[in-house]
């Protein structure tokens, strides 16, 4: 599977302002995964990114991504839907939200849900554990141990491929470094 990673460009300081009011959301390059109960509960290349006035950022997963036969309903309100988390002898409540129907700046936000970090055993984003919450790509370039598949081509002739290698960038750019023959 080739897929070409096309991201918005990072916003200017004029629209940051407007990151600490109201909702941004964007797509993340990151593979993201989330452990309940020693069991994969999340696992997804298509996650987004949310930030939400008073409150830290969040990762939303598509449902297709989500083992939802692990989430019981627990609550339904005017517009949010609520699950507890249910593995083996183990449950958390309230562990997952979603929107019944986003709208204006959350309407991206359809057919996704999210789970509250501290509900969860364990997050990864590519093969890294991430403790506290999603780290802020604005902020921050980091290098991550990836498992992912790596495939350069130019015009269709493979010029690299590899089954392994690191993954570093921020919200402006991902690159992967290729470890060189020894």
Same mark, same amino acid.
């Given at each position: 599977?080739?897929?070409?990673?096309?991201?918005?460009?990072?916003?200017?300081?004029?629209? &940051? *302002?407007? $990151? +600490?009011?109201?909702? @941004?959301?964007?797509?993340?390059?990151?593979?993201?995964?989330? #452990?309940?109960?020693?069991?994969?509960?999340?696992?997804?290349?298509?996650?987004?990114?949310?930030?939400?006035?008073?409150?830290?950022?969040?990762?939303?997963?598509?449902?297709?991504?989500?083992?939802?036969?692990?989430?019981?309903?627990?609550?339904?309100?005017?517009?949010?839907?609520?699950?507890?988390?249910?593995?083996?002898?183990?449950?958390?409540?309230?562990?997952? &939200? *979603?929107? $019944? +129907?986003?709208?204006? @700046?959350?309407?991206?936000?359809?057919?996704?849900?999210?789970? #509250?970090?501290?509900?969860?055993?364990?997050?990864?984003?590519?093969?890294?554990?991430?403790?506290?919450?999603?780290?802020?790509?604005?902020?921050?370039?980091?290098?991550?141990?990836?498992?992912?598949?790596?495939?350069?081509?130019?015009?269709?002739?493979?010029?690299?491929?590899?089954?392994?290698?690191?993954?570093?960038?921020?919200?402006?750019?991902?690159?992967?470094?290729?470890?060189?023959?020894?």
């Amino acid at each position: 599977m080739t897929e070409t990673l096309a991201r918005p460009v990072a916003p200017a300081a004029e629209e &940051r *302002a407007r $990151l +600490k009011e109201g909702v @941004h959301i964007e797509r993340s390059s990151r593979r993201v995964r989330t #452990y309940f109960g020693n069991k994969l509960i999340a696992d997804s290349e298509h996650v987004l990114l949310v930030y939400e006035t008073k409150r830290p950022p969040a990762y939303w997963f598509p449902i297709a991504d989500v083992r939802m036969e692990c989430l019981e309903q627990s609550q339904q309100a005017e517009d949010t839907i609520r699950w507890h988390l249910v593995v083996k002898d183990r449950i958390t409540h309230n562990a997952a &939200r *979603a929107y $019944l +129907k986003p709208a204006g @700046h959350r309407a991206a936000l359809e057919g996704h849900l999210t789970f #509250y970090w501290d509900q969860m055993d364990a997050w990864f984003e590519e093969d890294e554990q991430v403790f506290v919450h999603p780290r802020d790509p604005y902020t921050r370039v980091d290098t991550l141990h990836s498992s992912r598949h790596v495939r350069v081509e130019i015009d269709g002739d493979p010029l690299l491929y590899s089954e392994a290698g690191r993954a570093h960038g921020s919200a402006r750019a991902l690159r992967v470094c290729h470890p060189l023959p020894v």
